[in-house]
């Protein structure tokens, strides 16, 4: 007899319904899982047998049965453990040991030889799915479920209580949680206030928040570059709703998903070692997984001694930078995810850093800062919209009485409202910030006046400013403009935005 119920794998960041099969008929003891399954789904079989042994059930081993399950489509690779409860269940129909409706229902999770259930990733992608009213998984992954609405979330502890559950001896509410109480404002580790001087910097700061512009922070060690980058989260605005389901379900996939906490409310902030991969940084692999970038998606990507990455690394950028998402080919695999972050690099200005330092004399030879810089290519730094340095603080700045410990907070209510403006300009759009702006939209939304006009045609002219440069200059001074509530982008705001691009070109 053959049986059929429904299970999921995820592809990209979606998941893709997968109908498992099951014939048991009389022959030799033979068990078969066939439907391109990696050796975590062809281990299930020695799983399930114990967990079905351990609620006294007839395991697939005791009687001289041949099974073969088939995972439908059979062209897409299956991995992970979390075919192991609905294999389980198809064995247990075909074999006539139990009886349910398996209409409408969705089953995932992974079985210990005792018949627990445990958690399993992607629940998220998988509760999305359309076409299903009901989905039964580990209570432990029950809470990230129910984040989804219109589909009923049943959390089972083990294979028995599910059985009692299907065959309507054991009722089981639906899992129900308070979104509420996920997307309370979140606590920020550091603060813009605990930085001494550095106005020019956090100005800087605020501009990229508030836009989402690309920043390269140039100084000598120690003079706080890190410190600023690890703070621009608390100049962020909160994830809306639909923004933290996008990053909780990256998060889901790759197993990043706190188990207290179903619902990332807090934009990422991720800071790899500059001796990370392409792979790390991009993604991929085998299989292939995301990488920084799209753990950093709708956040922060902070590159701290950006000159030191591998140059093939740091060139791989280049794509997410301009288009927000990274498509990775391989001979197996094809993979499209979401990139779309802030980057903040940080950098020293040549090997010893302190080239140019009016204190401290530099000791590089002219050959170790000529390749030191030549690890930052043309193209790469032409997608930076935002470039500064982080001089030394004098002992009487940094031991004044100055500081101001609601900074990041005043800083968080103006980049509030110029985000507020962006999304009501770009309402018809899938643009959220004045960085993703297309060319059309530029040309729309960022006109300048004659005098405006005049000043950009002398610096593209002299060779100062590039095409991309140009186009750059006008995005950020449309943030400039909104921060100031200006309908228009007034001369001031577009020889702002220059004074912080034009001496890098």
Request: glycine fraction near 6%.
């Amino acid at each position: 007899m053959s049986s059929r119920v429904f299970s999921a794998a995820i592809v990209d960041l979606d998941a893709q319904i997968i109908e498992v099969e099951a014939d048991v008929s009389y022959g030799l003891k033979h068990f078969s899982i066939v439907g391109l399954p990696d050796k975590s789904v062809e281990e299930s079989k020695e799983r399930i047998g114990a967990a079905i042994k351990s609620i006294h059930l007839s395991a697939p081993y005791h009687k001289p049965l041949k099974i073969l399950v088939n995972l439908a489509p059979a062209d897409l690779k299956k991995e992970g453990s979390l075919y192991d409860l609905p294999i389980a269940l198809a064995f247990l129909l075909a074999s006539k040991q139990i009886k349910f409706d398996s209409t409408g229902k969705i089953f995932i999770g992974e079985l210990s030889l005792e018949g627990k259930l445990r958690p399993v990733k992607g629940v998220l992608s998988i509760a999305s799915l359309k076409g299903f009213r009901e989905i039964i998984l580990p209570i432990e992954n029950a809470s990230e479920a129910a984040l989804i609405k219109n589909i009923k979330v049943i959390g089972v502890k083990d294979l028995k209580e599910t059985i009692e559950y299907l065959s309507g001896q054991k009722a089981i509410e639906p899992f129900k949680i308070d979104i509420k109480d996920f997307l309370k404002k979140a606590r920020y580790s550091f603060n813009l206030g605990w930085i001494k001087g550095q106005e020019y910097a956090k100005r800087a700061l605020e501009i990229s928040a508030a836009g989402g512009h690309n920043i390269l922070m140039t100084g000598p060690p120690g003079t706080g570059k890190t410190l600023l980058a690890k703070s621009i989260p608390s100049l962020l605005p909160s994830l809306s709703f639909e923004e933290s389901l996008e990053v909780t379900k990256i998060y889901s996939i790759v197993g990043f998903l706190p188990k207290e906490k179903p619902l990332i409310n807090l934009r990422p902030f991720r800071s790899p070692h500059h001796s990370s991969s392409e792979v790390a940084l991009i993604g991929g692999g085998n299989p292939p997984r995301p990488g920084e970038i799209t753990l950093a998606h709708r956040g922060v990507l902070f590159l701290d001694e950006f000159p030191e990455f591998h140059r093939d690394v740091l060139e791989s950028l280049r794509q997410p930078l301009e288009e927000g998402e990274i498509c990775i080919l391989r001979a197996r695999h094809h993979l499209r995810l979401p990139a779309r972050f802030t980057m903040v690099a940080a950098a020293n200005p040549c090997p010893c850093g302190y080239l140019n330092d009016p204190e401290k004399k530099c000791t590089c030879l002219p050959s170790q800062i000529a390749k030191y810089r030549r690890k930052l290519s043309g193209p790469l730094i032409d997608r930076i919209d935002l470039f500064i340095d982080v001089p030394q603080i004098k002992y009487e700045k940094l031991t004044s009485e100055d500081e101001d410990f609601n900074l990041s907070r005043k800083i968080r209510k103006r980049v509030e409202m110029s985000r507020k403006i962006q999304r009501g300009r770009l309402k018809s759009t899938k643009s959220l910030t004045n960085s993703e702006l297309t060319i059309p939209q530029i040309k729309k939304y960022c006109q300048i006046d004659s005098k405006s006009q005049t000043i950009l045609k002398n610096f593209i002219n002299s060779g100062k400013l590039s095409s991309r440069g140009y186009h750059r200059v006008l995005k950020v001074a449309r943030t400039i403009a909104d921060l100031d509530n200006s309908e228009n982008i007034l001369y001031d705001h577009l020889t702002e935005a220059l004074m912080y691009r034009v001496k890098q070109e």
